[in-house]
């Protein structure tokens, strides 16, 4: 049998989320290695499947990415049909690339499957539009987590006049705010910070630039969670007449 792995986005949580093309490609996989961003619920759609646990979130026990890849390889040439299933999107902050790489290069054959990416699904259950007429010509998605402790180029995030939608924050949120207030960026740029984006649990807290990290720790906001930092993170309402005026 021909070696093939799915590296396949499960979206941001709700099981709705999820594309067509992973519904199907979990209904034929016998496999199914699962990160624990992933709500178990769309496992409903590989009833048969065996499902092997790889998550590693920040804090727990974590499963090193070397014992991920062999073991992709090692069922993938026992011919089975393997999911690596992720949260949000395989190729926004979830190494699917670094795994597709070294699945190739040992001769296995990979297909990505994207899913909505946790950054576009929280802003749109919270009425927020990343990009708008006027006001937001572009989005930027960047992490606040570097593996080598390096610095973010803050003067050009904080001057590029796109929306930024920041990925693993939540402990960052100080050195966040320091870095773009000091790149230039005004101290009551409007924030929304959206916990578990799209599941019936999601907390959407608005605040400022400059008061985002108290009100995080006055709302009890954890990870997971994304932050929008732009004009577009207003109020719907207030932004529509502002628009209009
Ligand atoms: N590949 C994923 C991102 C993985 S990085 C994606 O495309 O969405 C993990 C980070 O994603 C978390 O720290 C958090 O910032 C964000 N995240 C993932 N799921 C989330 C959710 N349901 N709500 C809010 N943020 C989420």
């Known amino acids: 049998m021909s070696a093939k792995v799915w590296l396949v986005g499960a979206g941001p949580g709700d099981p709705e989320l999820l594309t067509l093309k992973a519904v199907k490609a ?4 016998e496999i199914v290695m699962i990160d624990d961003l992933v709500n178990p619920a769309v496992l409903e759609h590989c009833p048969g499947a065996r499902v092997v646990p790889v ?17 992709m390889l090692r069922y993938a040439r026992q011919g089975k049909c393997v999911v690596r299933l992720k949260g949000g999107d395989p190729c926004i902050f979830g190494r699917g690339s670094e795994e597709a790489d070294w699945l190739s290069e040992h001769g296995i054959e990979v297909e990505l499957v994207n899913g909505i990416t946790a950054g576009l699904a929280g ?6 539009p990343l990009t708008l007429r006027g006001v937001a010509r572009g989005v ?3 992490t606040a987590h570097t593996q080598d402790d390096s610095t973010l180029n803050w003067p050009a995030l904080a001057q ?3 929306t930024l939608v920041v990925y693993m924050g939540v402990a960052k949120l100080a050195d966040i705010r320091d870095g773009l207030l000091a790149g230039g960026m005004r101290a009551d740029m409007p924030v929304a910070m959206i916990e578990n984006a799209s599941l019936p649990q999601q907390r959407d807290c608005r605040s400022s630039l400059a008061a985002m990290q108290h009100d ?3 709302f009890q906001l ?6 929008v930092i732009g004009e577009v993170a207003a109020e719907p309402q207030a932004l529509q007449l502002a628009i209009s005026a």
């Open 26 to 29: 979990l209904g034929q996989a």
């Open 222 to 227: 954890k990870s997971p969670a994304i932050l």
């Open 123 to 128: 802003a749109t259950q919270c009425g927020i």
């Open 216 to 218: 995080a720790l006055t």
């Open 160 to 162: 590029s006049g796109t």
């Open 140 to 142: 930027t998605l960047v």
């Open 55 to 71: 998550g590693k979130r920040g804090g727990c026990r974590s499963t090193p990415q070397a014992f991920i890849h062999r073991l």
